[in-house]
Each structure stands twice: as C-alpha cells, then as structure tokens.
C-alpha cells in the first residue's frame, strides 16, 4: 500500500471543467478507474473516454445505454468489444498484459438477473480473474443450484459472487455450503412490495449465513471489484504466514 | 469445499424442540457456529451454550446483554472470558488451539461505535485472526485517519473493517486509499434524519470508493466472519496461480 | 355458507360500551372468536373472556403478557391452560368435544422465531388440527430442513406453516419441495435494515416459489385460522366432484 | 409429496447460458411452470416458450406486454389464447387433459383491478378449476357485495379470491361472511399516500377478518396456485380422517 | 369571520419565557384553545392550564398521562374531571354555560380504539355538541354497523366521527351508506407491516367513498374541532339561501 | 339518511363484466356517483359513461388524460364542457337543475397546483355550490393570504379547501385566521425530500391549527365532495335546534 | 429589515387567476423573485417571465426543460443567456447594474453533479457574487478535494457550496479543514438503496462536522439564494460590533 | 483558513484506545470541539470532558441526560453551568475571554420546542454571540411572530434560527419577512404520519421562502454552529469588498 499522506499528490487527468481523472488510482486502491456511464452524456462519455484511452489503453464503461454505444461507436477510434445486454463496453488500444489473478464464481438466482451477472464477469475478466458461471439456480427450484456449487467447489474459486433479484434468497442458500467469501449482489428484479431491489438487499443484509457481504442495488461492478481485490490479496501472498 | 449433497447429511445437536446446531458448520462453511444472544432468554442461551461447549470446547457469544452475562456466570462452568461494552461471551473447557491466519484492521469512526468493533475484534482473534485497531478517527477531523491507515499499511493488513454511524464516511475515504478489501460496518449511533444506521449503511453502499462490501449495521460479527474467510483463503494459498 | 343477508342479522353479545362480541362468528366465518389481548388492559380483557366463556365454554386468548396472565389466573374461574413463551391462554369450562380436522405442519427457521409457531400450533391444536412441528431448521444450516419436510410429507399434511424472521428464507426453500399450500408467517425477529419483520415479510411476499401466501408479521393465530379453515373445507369434502 | 432429498435430482432442461427450466416442477411442488414475461426480452421469452412447448405441450406466460403478445403470435407455432388485458397467453400443443378439481371465486373490488383478477381467472382455468367471478363489488356501494357472497355460496366454492387496490377493504368485508379460506390480492391501483398497492396489501395484512392470506400486489398467478393447491388438496381427499 | 389583519393585533397571555396563550383563538378561529398534555411536563402544564384557566374559567386538556393528572390533581383548584383512558381532564371554575349547537356520531371500531373515540367525545360535549356513540362494530362482524348507523339516522347527527385502527376499514363502509360528512381518524392500533396506524391513516385516505376526510393517527381532538366547526356553521344558519 | 339495511338493496347498473355502476349512491351518500378515468382505458370509460349519461343524464368525469378527451369528444354525444388543466369533463343530455347550496372558498398556494383546485371548483359548481378563488398566494409572499381570507370572509363561504404542494404550509396559516372548517387538499407538487405531495401530507395533518382534515395527494374531487356534504347539510337545516 | 405588519401590505403583480408575482420580495427577503419552471407549462412560463422582466428588467428562471427554452427563445424579446446543462435561463432588458458582494466557492463531487453547481453559480452570478469553483473533487480520489479547498482559502470565500450525490461524502470532509459555513446541496444522483440523493441527503445532515447546513436535494438555487444572503450580510458590516 | 495539507498534521490528544481529541479543531475548522454526550456512558464522558478541559479550560457538553449531569457533578472538579432541560452542562477553569461577534435570534414555535432552542442558545454564547428569543410564537396564533421578527429587526440579528417541531411551517413563515440567513431546526415534537420530526424537516427543505438552509432534527448545537460561523465572518470583515 502507498502511504496515505503521499497519495494526497495522486497525479490528477483534469479535463476542463469537466472531470479530475484520477489517473493513479489503480496503484493506490488496486482497482483501475472505470467509467461509470450512467448520469453522463454520451458527448460527454465520449470525452472522457477517449482521454482515459490515450493514457492507460484500455477503457471498461459501465451501465452504457443504446445512446452511449451508439456515441462510442461513431466517435472513438479502438478495438472495441460490447456487451449491450450487461451495458458494458470495453476499449482497447495496444497489447494490454494482464496477469490471471484467481478464480471467482458468479451465480445468478433467474433469468431477469443475468444482465447484472455479465458486468460482473466482464469487469473481473478485463481485470485479470477467471469466471464461472452458474445462470438460473434460484430456489425455486432448489436443486439446480448444487451442480453450480459443485463446480464452483471444483474450481476451487475464491469467492463467490451471488447475483439475485426477487426474494433474493440465493446469497444465503449459497453461503450455506461453501467456505468462501461471498459476495451478494441484489438486483432490481421484483415487483410490488419489496420490489426495485429491496427485498433482496435486506435478504442478503439479514442472512443467518455468516460471510456474506453486500454491494448495492445491480452493482456489479462493485462486486466485481470487491472479488477482485480479494483475489489479488490471495495471488501475492507467498504462503508465509505474517511475522 | 464439501460435497454439496454430501453436507445435506451433517450432523445435528438437536436439543429438545429448542433448536438443531448445526455442529459440522466449520468444517462446511469455513465459519464456526457462534450463538446470537439477541431474541433467546438467559435459560435457554445457557442450554444452548453448555451443548455446544460439550461437543466443541469453545464457544463463542454475541449480542449478549447484562441478564445473558449474569445467567452464563452462574450456570456455566468454563473458563469465561466477558467483554461486556462489546456483548461477547467466549468460553472455552481445555485447551484450544488455533493457527494464526490472516491479520485485520479495525477502524472505529467514533467513540460510540467502539463496541461493534470490539465484537469484531475480539471474534476474529477467537478464530485465529490478528487485529489491528484504529478507534476514533472519523473524519470531522480527517488528519486522524492518515496514521491508522499507515499503521495497517505497515502490518501488511489483508482486510480492513470500517465501523461508523452518523454519516458513515469513513468507509469511502478509507477505501480511497488503501488497496485491500474493505467491510464497511454501518453502527445504530445516529440521530433524527438517517438515524439507527440508515444513513450510515446507505453511505457504504453509494460509495464511490470501488471495493467495499457492506454487513447489515451493527453487525461485527459478520463482519468478522467474512474477514476471517477472506485470510483463510489467503492463508491457504500456496502462492500459485490457479491452473 | 350462510346467505351475506341473513348475518347481517348475526347476534351480538353488548358488554357495556367495551364491546360487541360476535357470537355467532364461528358459524359464519367458520373461525370462532378469539380474544386479542394486546391493546387490552388487564381489566377489560376479563370481562371480555369471562362474558364468552360464559356463552361458549371455550376461549382462546392471543397475545396475552405477563399481566393478563396474572389477571387472568386471579380473576378468571375455569380450567386453565396457560403458554407464557407463546402468549396464549385457553379457558374451558365444561366439556368440549371438537372433531379431529386435518393436520398441519409448523416449521420454525429460528429458536426465536418459537414462541408465534407456538401460538400457531396451540390455537390449530384447540380448533380440532393435529399439529406437527419442526423447529430451528433455517437455511443457514439447509440439510435441517429436509429430515422436517420429510416427516411433513410422512404425516401427510394438508398445509405447512412456515414462521421464519431475519432474511425469511425457509418459506421459500419450503415450498420449493412440497406440493400443499404453504402459509408464510413472517416475525419480527432481525436487526438493523429489514428487522422487525420487514425483510422476512417481503421475502415471502416476492417469493418465487407459487403457492406460498401470507400474513402479518408475528400472526401466528392468522395463520392457524388459514390453516384450520383449508383443513376443515378438506375434512368436509365427500370425495366427489363439484357438479 | 416426494422425498425431497430426491427431488435434489429434478430434471433441468437446461437452455444455453439462459434458463434451467425445472420441468418436473409440477410433480414436486403441485403447481405448474408457468413462464413470467416481466423483465425477459420478446426474443428471449420466446426461446423459453417454445423449449417448454416442445416438453409440456401446454404453456402459460403471465405479465405480457405487447411486444411479447407479438413475437409469440409471430414466432411460434402453436394453438394460441391471448387475453391482452389480463397480459396471459396460453399456448398449447395437442390435446392437454386437465381433471376438475374445485371452484374458485374470484371477485374484483374496482373495474380498475379487472386485468389482474382476469390472469387469476385464466391460470386457474388452465389448472383446471371453475372460477365464478363478480367484478366492480367494492365497498364504496356496499349492497353490490351480497349478490357476489350469495352466488359464490351456491356455487359451493372452495376458495375466494379477493382482487382490489385503492383502501383494499373488500378482503376484510368478504371474509366477514364467508367461511372458506379467502386469498387477497392487493393490486397497484390507488393514488398519492398508499398508492401502487401499499395501503391494499396493508389493509389485508391488518386484516380484524381471521382467515385472510395475501400474495405481492398484483400477482393474480401466485394467488390462483396458492388456490389451485387447496383445490388440488381437496379433490384428493377421500373423506376419510386422517389416522 | 374577523378581518384577517386586525387579527394580527389578537391578545396573547404571555407566560415568562415559556408560552404565549392565544387567548382570542376562539373567537378568531372558532375553536377554544385547549392544552395538549403531549411534550410537555407536569409542571409547566399545571402553570399553563392555571393561566388558562384564570383567564377562561374553563380549561381542556388533551393527551395527559398518569404524571399529569397527578399533578393536577394536586396543584390546581378547580372543578375537575378527568378521564383517564381517554387521557382527557377538564377543569372549570365558576358557572359555564355553553348552547348546545348539534350532534355527532363517534363510531370505534374495537376495544383498543375507544380511548380515542373518548378523547373526541369529552371534547365535542364540551365544546357544546351532543356525542351520539357506537363503539366495537368493526367489519369483522359487519352486521354490527348497522344498527349504529340506523341510530344515528335516526337521531339525525350532522357529522360521523369514524375512529378505527388496524385496517381502518370501517371508515370507507359507514360512509357508503351515509349523507353526512364523515370525519376518520385513524389509531395507532395494530401491529406488524401497517401498524402504529399506517395502514388505517391510508386506508382512509385511498377510500372509494367520496365524502370522508381525515386527521392524523390518534388525533381525536381534532377530529372533535373540525366536527365542531361543522356543526357551528350549521347552527348558525338561518335556513334562508346564500344570496 | 336512508335505512342502511333497506340500501343493500340500491340498485345497480351492470354493465357486462365491466361495472355495477351505483345509481342511486347520490341519494343514499349524498354524493353524486362520478367516473374516475385514471386506471380505465378510454373505450371502457366511454362505455361508462354513456350507460350513467343515458341513466342520469348528467356525467361528471375527473382525472381524464388527453386520450379520453379524445375519445369523449368523438364517441359521445351530449353537451360536453372540457377543462384539460384540470382533467375534468362534464357531459349533459337536456336540462339540469340544481339548487345552490352553499359557497365554499377554494385557495391554491402556487401556480403549479391551481390543476388540481380547479378540478374541485369545477366539481363543487357542477354539485351546485358557488365556488370563491384565490389561487398562488402561498407563504413565501405572506402578505397575499389576506386580501383572499378577506374575501372568503366577505362572501361569508361554509368551508374552505386549500390546495398546497411543497412544504404545504398555507391551510395552517389560513386556518389560523378562519372560523369555519378547512380541508386541505396536499398536491404532488414538490422535489427531493418529502416531494410527491409527502411533504404537504404531512404537513397538514401535523397542523397545529385544529379545524384541518385532509384529503389524499391531489384528491380535488374528494375535498369537493365533504365540502359539498357540508354545504348541503347547512342549507337543509331549518335553523331550529335539534330536539 | 422591513416592519413585518408592513410587508403584509407587499404589492402584488396579478397575472389573471395564474400568478401573483410578489414583486417587492427583494426589498423585503433579500432575495429577488425568481422563476421555477419545473410544473409549469411553457405558455404560462412565458407569461409570467414577460410580466415580470417588464416589471423588473431582469429574470432569472430555473430547472428549465427544453420544451421551455424553445418557448423563451421564440416569444420573448430579450437579452437572454442560456445554460441548457444547469437549467437555467437569465433574461434582461435594459442595463442592470449589481454590487459585487461577496465571493463563494462551488465544489461538485462528480462529473454528474455539475448541473447542480452550475444552477448555483449562475444563480449567484446574476445576484452579485463572485463564484470560484472546483469541480469532479469527490471522495474516491481524497487528493483531489486538497487544491480546491487551497484555492477557496487563497481566494478568501464567505462561504463554500459542495454539491454531491452518491453518499454525499464530501461535505464533511471539506467541512473538517474549513473555517467558513458549509452549505450542502446533495443531488439526485445515486442508485439503489440511498438513491434519488436520499443518502447523500441523510449524510449531510448526519455530518459529524459541525457548521454543515443543507438544502433539498437538487436545489442549487436554495443554495445559493442562502450563501447570498450570508455575502450580503457580510458586505453590510461595516466592521463594528453590534452596539 | 489554514492550508489543507498542513491540517493534516493537526494535534490529537490521544485518550487511550477511546478517543482522539481534534484539540486544534477551532483554529482550522472555526468551531471549538464540543462534547456529545449521547451514545456515551457516563463515565467515558467524564474522562473525556476532563482530559478537554484540561486542555482547553471550557468545555461544552451537550445531548446530556439525568445521569451524565450526575457523574459530571460528582466527578469534575470545575466552574459548572448546567441546563438539564436542553441537556447543555457548560464547564470552566480559570477565566475564558470570549469576543463577542454577532447577534442571532433564536425563535421556537411551541413550548416543547423550547429545549432545543435553550440547546442553540447555551451554544450560542458559550461561542460569544449575542442571543435574542421568541418562543412559543407558533402559526396556530400567526399574529404571535411579529412582535419577535420585530424584535430581531430592531436588534439588527444577523442570522434567525428557527426551532420547530410539527408541521415545521415557522422557518418558511419568518424567512418570508426576514432578509437574513434563516437556519431551520425540526425538533422530533410531532406524533403519528409525519411524527419524530419527519414532516418538519420535510417541510423546511420543500420551503418556498428561498434562503433558508437546516440542519437534522434536535440539532441546536448544529444550527449554532453554523450561525456563529456566519457571525464570526460578518465580525471579521473589514467592511471593504474582496479585490
């Protein structure tokens, strides 16, 4: 870790009036800037993107909507590669190196939820993690979702992130059976009472399984970013136990 | 991991039409079976307690109120150890022995969130962890929070739990900095608007600080748990990638 | 059923200006009456019970604290039978003969969430239903719940009533693997965001498993009432199709 | 009821990286997979549909919106019924026998709560219940309730459904003279404070009327399979008590 | 009416530093100003009710706990009556005569809400208004609503005070069968999802039935004043058409 | 007021699976049965009114959207007046007579709710009431309360309804200068905190000026319609007291 | 500051049953009368505008939408300046000449939150101030909120406005390292649990640091309107202490 | 204002693991470190306010209850002014020179509002500021606030707080006739829908007097902070305008 007092001279990407990237930030939190499309113009993704290109060369955006594709399409020069489903859209400039950085298991309780899922999987793959993936387990149908943990147990992941909408029971179904970290990701899937999200937020915040923690609301990207850094801790440990 | 199917046959401690514990929980989900005193009367924690104490040899209790304290001193024979600003009860028969595996920060943002983190504390350390506190540095006076976050870069902490009520802040600004996972803790010290927690947990969600997940508020313990999952893993790890 | 019209007609039992007791309740509505202590004072909660049992030689009180009981056992002359953990109170005077009327299942996810399955219970026990139970067996530790639904479907019961608080899972995973009505009964076990029943009642609400219903938070007598009233359509069923 | 340790081996049929549809969900659970089009794409609804055409022969898609209604009309093939206000399209394949088992009343309080009661209407009728129904009854003009009592009382109905928004009243009402089990659907209409369904399923759930259970606002499937289980309970009876 | 700007000149009895009477209020506002008990302790009550009641010679006070009956009790010297479950004490000095200017109906629910539909009845008979009461006719046994209603046609009342916690049904249900403004206050009767009143105050306010407005939960003092108000503009006029 | 037994017997107007429209409410409740098109199609609503046009040849319609305008406009012949602003048509066929009843005082506190104040002048004019205006004199600009108080006073009106979004401070301040009944009308004007009427809502049912009852967010109808029972009891009263 | 009973006499500018454009409001609250558009229609907008630049040569209108702009831009004969990402339109005839008094600085967190500041500093622009600002300085990069709080206190502002979403960090931190009020304008943007600025609303009033107060979410006019007051009241002294 | 990085270094008088004392607070923040006593127990509190005082020689607690004045009275040996109804215990040693910069008026509506006003008060001129009240001036009696602004004018104040509980409607009411900064405070005084303060904070925030900025429920001591910050600017200004 950089000393705190160093970082507060964390080189700043000022662009005009319109934003301080915080270029550094990769090295002093350990996960790269990601621009979040949500609440910007696409004139204005575009702009900040392009910038953020030219200095790392490879550019993930979050939460893009068919105006923000269609702007980065049209207006910025790169290999591209778009996931309009998951709202993701990554940019690439030059050979980017990444080193494979552990394993992370991404579930998804339905169909409805997979949109979120995916931006977690692409997020931890662009950052360097592998993916599993176990799609429509809910308990519904309970039985579905021991092949999944079987897998994942198999693979031996990390964590576990649980992506799930509606009751939003799978997170502590899930951390039931498993000795891993996991990470619960409610999605705004619901209706009526409880709906937008926010009985699978309280599900997940009221679990009896110890070991779950929360994102918030479709956040896919945080829990990717959580998984990741999890993973990164466990890749640069050399076994030695700490003095 | 186990076998999903095969943990559907773990093992019971049924004790009458009170309740089932679930004794093979370690061994399954990497997490020790703790007990909750909040909603059980002092009688029927002790049973619970004296059980579980029989066929573990250490047990650990959270939650616990003056009543629990006082009924688990007279009843229970065992070597006891009480935090009581903390709630937490551990009591052990013989001797236990627990390998060192991991080491955690445990920031408390003010002088009254100081009891959540003292049951984080002091279950990590029952389940092998180090701790690292930094207590009372929340940011209405920010130049206190430079010196812990040093310290936990020093002691090459894997994780950092952030306990805070009021507005929460700490979480973000802490993440701001460091490049391991961190566990924001949301506490009930709050008032009017955004109080009991509200405010404090919404904060730790809307983080603009990627790589925080969250537990429900006051909630140490779980906090603690998925920490402790987290060094596990690490420990474990041989320093290999994976395959 | 009795014509809407003609119950309009229904007798009432006036007690000064306290009450208007629904005595002829049972034969319409197929519920009898029952007496809610809570926002009773000690006082007129005898009046009410000894004015009923009186007229029906049979009163079930709900809800009842400390201090009803204590009334009730001072002022009230009949054979009494008293649950204090569950809040329930049977007064009989004379014999009461009621036919045996189905048989139903009541799960408890918790040891805390015991004392409303036990209102659940008592009330189905005293309205003619053979009750079987199965308490703590809650998702976190999730092979419990397979020896409890095992024996449900053993007894073959015509409903299960699930009581669960925190996240309310059970109700969910429950119904996943059995093919009668399930009654959910959310309680106001849990803590912080989603305690007080929230999270538990909006669980079952946005459930993914169908044929879930429910009712209130900590209502065990509702979900008796359900119950009982599924089971008796049932027991009166003659085995041959609606023409 | 099956052993639900070997329901851990359901049939999936697995559809890419899209659904595991739980086909033997009607054996295990009583009720049928029915298909929800709320929050799926048309295209991706459709490649379900038609997986589960092929398997079952019988199809029942609930919340439908025009888009759906048109890519099904257009892309499969198969014997259609769309009832576009209740959003329900039922698909079939040759010839499906259903037994009768029961009758079900299902009254609506507004012509506002019309649709919802009308996909109550539709799943029970493809179960194989009769359903009565009476619309626009609300207690607004109390006398329009009795006529709906009185014919459901002839007609010998098993369950009543209650469908109604605004102040939810009618569940209370109707269960005041009715001695089956009654099941309320709060639904999303009503306006300002306790708009989107808020003060109906409140009112429902606050219910003084015992034997009252309520599904999520709006959802007439959940409320016509919880129906259809005790129809389903009863036609199987035969007469006899339990041992 | 009196002329808005000249009522900006309305005497105030200025008590230190701790209230300034509205001593005119009645005769601007047409309503007394009476003494909430509420926020305030027992001293300082006894001082404003002594000022009070030296000024008017009749003083009400709403909202009193068992402190401050004691208190008055024993400080002021002044007719009194008090009646504690409604929380409400009266206290007089010399001869007040008062015109009896109309009549109002207070209809209760339940037991649990009499001592609100008390607190409104105490106050309406002191303001003048003859109380008409129908109490424990909730619509869980509707038949008992109607010989209140019949009674209060019969005695021709201006207005109908409709006082009902838990799902507050029984407003919307009365006023569909009366032509007089009907005046609802819900209680904090209830429990669970709805309870302290939410569910009654929304029920309420969603009704279908045209003509009913509402007061805030367990306010029946002011229920009483707008009843009052209502009545009083009765009484006063002469019959002859507005010109 | 009519036997409330012999009205469960008020006729009805059934129109097929659509509504049971109630045409004799006006005379049983005193209020004139009027269509709400919010929640209907505009076809249904035509249908409605049409079947009440052709039965009562006077039809009032609120809350109607552009789309029912139209569809009036085209498919219904009768004398037809339409206020857009306030979303209110009213349809006639022949002559209409009705008594003036009573004058009632409309205030709206801005420009932005004068839709909303309008929609309950026009309806109290159609019941026969004379209606006094005072729009956007809200208390950021104090001083243009008065002049419209003044003018309520001159007019010597029975009731007056103040319409109010944000923080809906204005039926306090003008009840505070009135002697005869306030009904607040809270609009969903408002932003941020307490926005959607919230605030408004809460603000006049915490009024500390007793006299105010309320109506739900936007409920121009409802305040016109207690407003007009009031009116219509003191133009029936002969000015004698009551025996 | 103007007698009060002498403000009641303000003049008011009727615009026909639509406005009464308090045109004295600057003389008698500091602030001048500005437009809000927001529930306004364009017509009437332009209405209004027109009367009041008349009036006063110079309007200020805010949370214009385009439908608005367009309207201005067409119908009004002016000196218009237009910030279509803030909102805002300023419109002038003749020559206006302002005091410079006082100077505030304006910090937004994030790239999303800068309409928000930008409604602020026109606003305070066009009253008279001098705006100094720092935009995209939020919490996830801590160093970047140094330079701008360097900046405001070379620049010696009276006071600092920190627009934020999200958890709404920011205020607080820059609250613990200046001496100057802090003024809080938390903004809509957000997500989730906590979003629509609910958490950024509830961490700013929560704030351990003392001298914070806040506005409505998203009113960047309040703001400034607020920190103009306090540079007026500033400019005023005349250095000597209050006698 | 003290350069940002270099507060960084801000001493902290460390109190063992419990606190770290901001003692530099006032000369960078411009408000002294003032002690909450809630949410500490007594005794924590007494080592804390000896250890400042110590330091300091005057030490301010606020929020204190019955037991925190009792340990203070007993344990610390200092100069003491207690005021136990606003909770404020004001300690010294040795003599403290305040300047006195600046007069704020201090308005509270109702009389059990009064404690937090005395709470800003004590504040107040603890701060050095000059303290002007008006209490119990309420808009139930509007004509009661103009004597009080009256006063604040002639007093030349230049800041008004305004402490209101209930529906809040003081704050927008003053600041219509007032030309300085208004600084709202809701007080949790209130009950049912709106209760514990919501609705007086709502309504403060949806203000539509423009100039007005709060802060959270209770919060005196907030409120006085930020008006002393004002103060302490206007007293420092030189009277000539910034460059």
């Known amino acids: ?32 800037e990601v621009i979040l499309a949500r609440g910007k113009n696409a004139e204005d993704l575009c702009i900040l993107a392009e910038k953020l290109l030219e200095k790392k060369g490879h550019v993930i955006i979050t939460k893009a909507k068919a105006e923000h594709f269609e702007a980065i399409d049209q207006k910025i020069d790169a290999e591209k590669k778009f996931n309009k489903k998951a709202g993701v859209a990554v940019l690439k400039k030059g050979k980017i190196e990444k080193d494979k950085i552990g394993r992370v298991a991404i579930f998804a309780a339905g169909t409805a939820d997979i949109p979120v899922a995916e931006e977690a999987r692409i997020v931890l ?51 039931s059976m498993v000795d891993v970290p996991v990470i619960g990701v409610p999605t705004s899937i619901g209706y009526g009472y409880g709906g937008e999200g926010t009985s699978a937020l309280m599900s997940m915040l009221q679990s009896c399984s110890p070991g ?3 994102v918030n609301i479709d956040n896919g990207f945080g829990a990717a970013s959580a998984a990741y850094l999890i993973c990164k801790r466990i890749s640069e440990n050399k076994g030695e136990p700490h003095a």
């Open 212 to 214: 779950i923690t929360v």
């Open 125 to 175: 793959e662009e950052f360097g993690c592998e993916a599993v993936t176990g799609y429509d387990i809910g308990v519904a149908g309970m039985h579905r979702v021991f092949p999944s943990i079987e897998r994942a147990s198999d693979e031996d992941v990390d964590v576990i992130i649980v992506v799930a909408g509606m009751e939003g029971t799978l997170a502590s179904v899930v951390k």
């Open 1 to 32: 870790m950089k000393k705190p007092m160093e970082q507060m001279k964390r080189e700043c990407l000022v662009i005009g009036n319109l934003a301080n990237l915080d270029v550094e930030r990769e090295s002093a939190t350990g996960v790269p």
